[in-house]
């Protein structure tokens, strides 16, 4: 059994976000255990050039077997040392005009990104709380990854916004659930970063506007397709990089009093500043401006 009292846990490390934290994680000395879903991207992902550091774990955060079965996987490499960290980063995104979304398409949006989240922190808190912490800071860390649409919530978006809103709601009752058992929680909210989640997003839209009866797709094809490029154009155009969001996620692993909340991105400081200054008619009003 290697050293591990700096052992971290990231979900959703196929790609994106994920897969840049574990890496630049890894390459910083942290054990790092990669959630991703499939043997396949295990493999993939171990042929990363990061030694034992980097280690994949087959993990799926809607299926509780997964997560139970992850978790006996890493307890028997961690044995009694406890995790550092816990970093809930894995997460879809159902963008489109709500009437135009599934029951069934909503549902398994709040799966990935709230309940997934909670039965991850549910079954991983006994490590957290056994982690050595780093003497003066906590003993063990919850960083939960959102999204700055779970501050401001943007049109067409609605499933989304309301798993983010759900995951900022339950990070903020944990800290201070928490508190007392010296488990630190933080929130990192990107903004528009380019990454493969926007040719996702851009696939599942054009799924569920296909599929929506006619009509009813037809009220919004127009103002939705102009969103979705002026938001994909933010993320390809922004300078906020995948990195600058790994280097949130180590301030809140590593600092002795870590952020509530880690904004990331020039996009997301400007709306949750307008967010706190703006009665909502206007703030409807400027998103609607500036998305047009």
């Not at 959102?146 to 759900?166: D, E, K, N």
Request: hydrophobic share 40%; proline share 5%; glycine share 10%.
């Amino acid at each position: 059994m290697s050293h591990t009292s700096n052992a971290v846990l990231i979900t959703g490390c196929s790609s994106g976000l994920g897969r840049a934290s574990a890496l630049w994680l890894a390459d910083r000395g942290f054990t790092v255990f990669a959630g991703v879903r499939g043997a396949e991207a295990v493999a993939e992902l171990g042929r990363a050039d990061a030694g034992d550091r980097l280690r994949p774990v087959e993990l799926d955060v809607t299926s509780e077997e997964s997560i139970a079965q992850a978790h006996k996987v890493i307890g028997e490499q961690i044995g009694t040392g406890g995790l550092l960290g816990l970093v809930n980063n894995a997460g879809i995104s159902v963008s489109a005009p709500l009437e135009c979304v599934p029951v069934e398409e909503l549902r398994y949006q709040l799966e990935v990104n709230l309940i997934g989240v909670a039965a991850m922190i549910r079954q991983f808190l006994p490590q957290l709380r056994a982690g050595s912490g780093n003497g003066s800071g906590p003993s063990g860390r919850i960083v939960n990854v959102t999204s700055g649409v779970g501050r401001v919530a943007l049109p067409y978006m609605t499933a989304y916004a309301a798993s983010q809103f759900g995951k900022e709601g339950l990070s903020d009752a944990l800290r201070r659930e928490l508190a007392p058992q010296r488990v630190s929680v933080s929130v990192i909210e990107p903004g528009a970063i380019a990454t493969p989640i926007w040719r996702k997003q851009a696939e599942t839209a054009a799924r569920l506007l296909e599929n929506a009866p006619g009509p009813v797709a037809a009220l919004y094809r127009d103002r939705f397709t102009e969103f979705s490029k002026a938001n994909a154009a933010t993320a390809t155009g922004g300078k906020t990089s995948p990195v600058d969001v790994a280097r949130a996620i180590e301030h809140a692993l590593t600092a002795r009093r870590p952020r509530t909340r880690y904004r990331v991105g020039r996009d997301v400081a400007l709306g949750s500043l307008a967010a706190r200054l703006l009665p909502d008619r206007l703030l409807d009003l400027a998103l609607t401006r500036s998305l047009s």
